[in-house]
């Protein structure tokens, strides 16, 4: 069965400074892999996604993901935090063609970003 | 177009009574998930259809869900009876069947149920 864990419940950062929001995955064939934001009372919102190719993909708003395969990890990342980014951020895996949960999407538990002025 | 759209976007019924949650997918897309979400439990998948056919329900919390896809348009998640502990926001998403495409969600049901 997929799973993706996000092993920190919250990350708090200054403005202006790089944030990273973590996430592990498992599947057992190639992943399809996501990154959504959640705002307070709002549903979720995609940022990026990895599919294949460069393993550093660029998204929405600055924020930017690192495909590792070997440590079958998918951060997040932006160099320069702003207030506003302050949110709920999940990670979700897609398992690739094959077996019964294709086109199943799984969610990490949330990550809360705080970023302080 | 519209995106994901969800009715009602706030539900408050008591203990014992139906409750009906609506879904309309984006135009074209083929796969439809059905989430909840809570403080304890984070993001569930309860459901997902893919043309309309329930591929894995095996999210479904008991026999008091049910959920149905009559149409390529419309989606429900049906409680019955409902009980407090249902109690969460409830998100419809649709993508289409590729799994390298990216879920739509809708704004989400708020439900209450006292």
């Known amino acids: 069965a997929q799973s993706v864990a996000q092993p920190e419940d919250q990350v708090n950062v200054a403005e202006g400074n790089p944030l990273t929001v973590k996430c592990t995955y498992s599947v057992s064939g190639n992943p399809y892999l996501f990154w959504y934001v959640q705002y307070p009372n709002r549903g979720l919102q995609f940022l990026l996604k990895y599919i294949t190719g460069d393993n550093l993909v660029k998204g929405s708003y600055g924020f930017e993901a690192e495909f590792n395969k070997s440590q079958t990890s998918f951060h997040l990342k932006k160099p320069s935090a702003l207030v506003s980014d302050s949110a709920l951020y999940f990670c979700a895996v897609r398992e690739n063609a094959g077996g019964t949960s294709y086109g199943k999407l799984t969610f990490g538990q949330g990550t809360i970003l705080t970023v302080h002025p | 177009d519209a995106g994901v759209i969800q009715s009602p976007r706030h539900e408050v019924t008591e203990m014992g009574q139906e409750v009906t949650l609506r879904c309309k997918p984006i135009?074209?897309?083929?796969?439809l998930f059905w989430y909840r979400q809570t403080m304890m439990r984070g993001l569930e998948l309860l459901i997902y259809?893919?043309?309309?056919?329930?591929?894995?329900d095996s999210g479904m919390p008991e026999d008091r869900f049910s959920a149905k896809m009559p149409n390529a348009s419309f989606s429900t998640l049906k409680i019955q009876p409902s009980e407090p502990r249902d109690s969460a926001v409830y998100f419809c998403a649709s993508s289409t069947t590729g799994g390298d495409t990216e879920a739509f969600f809708g704004q989400g049901t708020r439900l209450t149920v006292v």
């Open positions: 259809f893919n043309n309309n056919v329930p591929i894995d």
């Open positions: 135009s074209g897309h083929n796969s």
